[in-house]
């Protein structure tokens, strides 16, 4: 399975953990789609710029002020954990993962 596939493997699991209501895998499966995509760019590109595993990565691109406003946004509410109320600053963990992966599927392109 290719690269573009897991990230659509996982894409689709959260789409399945969101029609039950379970934010969780929700959040859990938009995080590791970004990963699929960002360790992708990395091997691709040769770098190891944002880390190992998705939230280092997360955390990595949040910080990255070289990129687009809106991908360090979509990837600052992804990476922040749920508060004690188990909210999330992330309202929709998809679209907020493919801004993300959009972004780094444009680069590899390019």
């Known amino acids: 399975m290719n690269w573009l596939d897991e990230i659509e493997v996982e894409l689709n699991r959260g789409r399945d953990a969101e029609r039950v209501g379970n934010e969780g895998k929700l959040r ?3 995080r590791r789609a970004v990963g699929i995509a960002v360790t992708e760019y990395q091997h691709q590109r040769a770098v190891k710029r944002y880390g190992d ?6 955390r990595g691109i949040a910080d990255d002020p070289s990129l687009p406003a809106d991908v360090r946004e979509a990837a600052t509410r992804l990476q922040t954990r749920i508060s004690q109320e188990f909210t999330s600053p992330s309202r929709q963990p998809l679209a907020d993962a493919q801004v993300i992966i959009r972004y780094f599927r444009q680069a590899l392109t390019s």
């Open 28 to 30: 859990t499966a938009a």
């Open 53 to 58: 595993d998705f939230m280092k990565q997360l």
